[in-house]
């Protein structure tokens, strides 16, 4: 294999690893977003970290609290993905809440969601370099409390 062949191949792979980070649409950032969501990637600090680089678009120093309460769900759908313009698009999220909400993570143990059945979030997305992401201050609102499944919460 000549040099030129080997510096096109770490080249292109190199890319391919810039290009998966960001999302091809609005869309499919929403629902990369929401399936890292879903399994707990904001209740760990290392996960968090990972999350924030590969999903959201951020202010430099945005930090989340130790969340000690989240959002049971056992399913997301994205709805809705409007944009005003190229580079801009809010998409809407309809949450199915499992039937017992667990309120906090203490020996209070669990209450019903005061909100039976669904939740919906409205989630901002913008085009960065690399593709579209879910962005969050100080570009949008902060993030919404984690949404989980069971199984992730159970971790």
Known sequence: MRPWHVALIVALTCAAGLAQAGAA??????????????????????????????????????????????????????????????????????????????????????APHPQAGELRESYVLMRAADGWRVATWPHADPLPRPRVTPKAWRR
């Open 25 to 110: 649409t609005p869309r499919e950032a929403m629902q990369a977003y929401l399936a890292d969501e879903l399994s707990g990637a904001r209740l760990s600090s290392e996960r968090w970290r990972r999350f924030m680089v590969d999903r959201v678009m951020s202010g430099e120093g945005y930090d989340e609290p130790g969340w000690d309460a989240v959002d049971l769900v056992n399913a997301a759908h994205v709805g809705p993905v409007t944009c005003r313009d190229a580079g801009h698009c809010t998409a809407e999220v309809r949450f199915v809440l499992v039937p017992a909400q667990i309120a906090a993570a203490s020996a209070q143990g669990t």
